[in-house]
């Protein structure tokens, strides 16, 4: 009996519940093979993006690591870009990093190439709760989120993180996008010198009469000079001695001694002839 009479007060406290609104909100996932997969959102801070502490990560090269963050209040629902590659669109308008801005019911949310449709209901506590209960027998186990919602968060060094990521991921890709240019630039300069190159055979080709009057006086001229090497190659061969004697320079000291012989032989007679006198006559028949 006295659990009996527990039943109309709890009946009461429900009644009371009833008077108060909450929101409920869905982020419903709008294209893709994982299209319809949905994201009940309590009361905190969502991150989206490729980053392993984000709470709803899509498998998209398109979203940043650290893309966008959703923030659910009682009265609200609202979006801030985190200075993001590609941006954060609602319905097709980019937003300006850096500002929170409120979303409402049936908006598209965009993050790159990957798109939301945001589901905002207002409604008593108590019929949330028993809708809920209702829904958790039909809604499937998939589920977009992969943790909690933070209820407490730094924005400010969470920019200034997003900033420093973004400002290394817009390095990396300039130097990405150098480096390509540079391999660009050097296949452009090998192609050069090759297309430089490939003319040289056909301008060969153009001139074969210039190179046959080149070879036609080569010719001549080795014939003209033929003669000239036979008859030194003969006297060669004939003399063999004075051409050795010539090479190694003895031809000139014999030359010298020669001559010295032949002055003290010339001497020698002239001074003969000085001494023995005149000659003598024998004179016959002289009286």
Request: hydrophobic share 35%; proline share 4%; glycine share 6%.
């Amino acid at each position: 009996m006295g659990s009996l009479s527990l039943l109309p007060t709890k009946s009461a406290t429900s009644n009371e519940d009833r008077v108060v609104d909450t929101m409920i909100v869905q982020l419903v996932l709008a294209a893709g093979s994982q299209a319809g997969v949905t994201a009940s959102m309590q009361l905190g801070y969502y991150m989206i993006g490729r980053h392993a502490e984000c709470q709803i990560r899509p498998k998209s090269r398109s979203v940043s690591r650290r893309h966008c963050l959703l923030h659910h209040t009682e009265t609200e629902l609202r979006v801030l870009d985190l200075n993001s590659a590609s941006g954060t669109r609602i319905n097709g308008q980019r937003i300006a990093p850096g500002q929170w801005i409120e979303l409402t019911d049936a908006d598209s949310l965009r993050c790159g190439k990957v798109a939301f449709e945001v589901s905002l209901q207002r409604r008593s506590v108590a019929a949330a709760t028993d809708e809920d209960d209702r829904g958790h027998e039909k809604t499937p186990s998939t589920s977009m989120l992969q943790g909690d919602a933070w209820q407490e968060l730094d924005v400010a060094g969470l920019l200034e993180s997003a900033d420093a990521a973004a400002r290394d991921e817009r390095y990396s890709r300039i130097r990405s996008q150098a480096m390509r240019a540079a391999a660009a630039e050097l296949a452009e300069d090998a192609q050069l010198v090759d297309t430089l190159v490939e003319p040289d055979e056909p301008i060969a080709k153009e001139r074969p009469a210039a190179k046959q009057r080149d070879q036609r006086s080569a010719a001549m001229k080795q014939r003209r000079a033929e003669p000239r090497r036979s008859s030194k190659s003969a006297s060669s061969r004939s003399l063999p001695s004075l051409a050795r004697f010539r090479n190694d320079g003895s031809l000139k000291w014999m030359g010298a001694v020669l001559l010295t012989l032949c002055v003290l032989g010339f001497l020698g007679y002239s001074v003969y002839r000085f001494n023995a006198g005149p000659p003598t006559r024998i004179l016959s028949e002289i009286d």
